[in-house]
């Protein structure tokens, strides 16, 4: 069971899979949609090329991954489709993400135009140094505890930090402090880096320097 998350760099992955393997797998989106970004992008569409590639079978999330309000995400949670999806995290034994930075610089999709200024405001003041699958974490790797956690429909921080095998692929040395965060947070298990990037994060120690 693998689960996928939404981003720019995870969709050039997909783009290099070999359709000729194919996998008797389940790939389960990891947070609801984003609507202000088009559906390339998105996590249902990455999990549906994914699963076509392979030959697997597909869950996804439809619902926006930020609901209005906290008693809207227990409604959708309370939906049998959506009982049975998260049941399956449980289940995942590898997962494929991408991380968005919001220090040193706000390089972060979701900053730009997801959010609404008070919500990023919230998120700033409680020292987000970035996100993954739509959580937003610290400088240690920790969940930032924000008005957005309660509203967010995607897989509790816990229970992703759990997966046996933690992909993420990243590119720009913009996103080195966020990675070093995630780094030490647990979050990682691999990295896809570019060379640039890898030297950025093993000068901030995050990484163990190539000999």
Not at 28 to 40: F, N, Q
Not at 86 to 104: D, H, K, M, N, Q
Request: charged share 15%; glycine share 10%.
């Amino acid at each position: 069971t693998l689960g996928v998350a939404w981003g720019g760099t995870v969709r050039r992955v997909i783009q290099y899979l070999n359709p000729c393997r194919k996998i008797p797998a389940s790939f389960v989106a990891l947070h609801g949609s984003i609507p202000c970004y088009g559906a390339d992008l998105n996590p249902e569409a990455l999990v549906g090329r994914m699963a076509m590639a392979f030959g697997g079978r597909q869950h996804v999330l439809e619902h926006p991954g930020l609901q209005p309000a906290i008693q809207d995400v227990a409604n959708v949670l309370a939906e049998p489709a959506l009982v049975k999806l998260f049941s399956l995290y449980e289940a995942i034994t590898i997962s494929v993400a991408s991380v968005g930075s919001f220090r040193p610089e706000l390089t972060s999709r979701l900053a730009q135009n997801y959010l609404t200024p008070g919500e990023l405001h919230d998120l700033l003041v409680a020292g987000v140094v970035g996100d993954l699958v739509l959580r937003f974490f610290d400088a240690e790797g920790q969940e930032c505890e924000t008005p957005l956690k309660d509203r967010t429909l995607a897989i509790p921080f816990a229970q992703y930090r759990r997966i046996p095998f933690k992909l993420v692929v990243a590119s720009g040395v913009m996103k080195a402090h966020t990675l070093q965060a995630a780094l030490a947070g647990g979050l990682v298990d691999a990295l896809v880096v570019d060379e640039a990037l890898a030297r950025a994060v093993a000068q901030l120690g995050g990484l163990a320097p190539a000999s």
